[in-house]
């Protein structure tokens, strides 16, 4: 296991928060074999569906069901519209994840901590040594 990340209390710090907002998406078919006409406006989804073949393509339906991933939500709402306008079901799941960066003020220097368990551990530890921290929501 790496060893736990550090701060050093005696630089200028701030912590940014940002709340990273994604949309998961799936295309729920009528039935476990969709349609032609069903998978053929399911392709118009994503550009890589329309350019890989009809079997490959098909190859990603499973028990009536295509993942179309997690997506920034500002993309996923996208997909979400034009699915809708091409009379497909989504079934959509909507999560967050909050991301922080720890900013030394007077360097410009970052601590970056990728493990989120960790960087809240830190981060609760520097707010309460009196760091100010500045929240961002990223779409």
Do not use: C
């Not at 296991?1 to 209390?9: S, V």
């Not at 998961?24 to 890589?48: G, I, N």
């Amino acid at each position: 296991m790496a060893e736990q990340a550090t701060w050093d209390p005696t630089r200028d710090w701030l912590i940014r928060r940002s709340h990273h907002y994604r949309l998961a998406l799936v295309v729920v078919f009528h039935s476990a074999q969709p349609s032609l006409d069903e998978l053929a406006r399911a392709r118009k989804l994503r550009p890589e569906f329309s350019n890989e073949p009809p079997t490959a393509f098909r190859r990603r339906i499973e028990r009536g069901r295509l993942d179309l991933g997690v997506l920034p939500a500002a993309e996923g709402r996208a997909i979400a519209a034009l699915a809708s306008s091409l009379g497909l079901t989504l079934e959509p799941r909507a999560t967050a994840q909050t991301v922080y960066l720890f900013e030394d003020r007077k360097s410009g220097a970052v601590l970056i901590i990728e493990d989120l368990i960790e960087a809240e551990q830190i981060a609760t530890e520097v707010l309460a040594a009196g760091v100010p921290m500045v929240d961002a929501e990223v779409d």
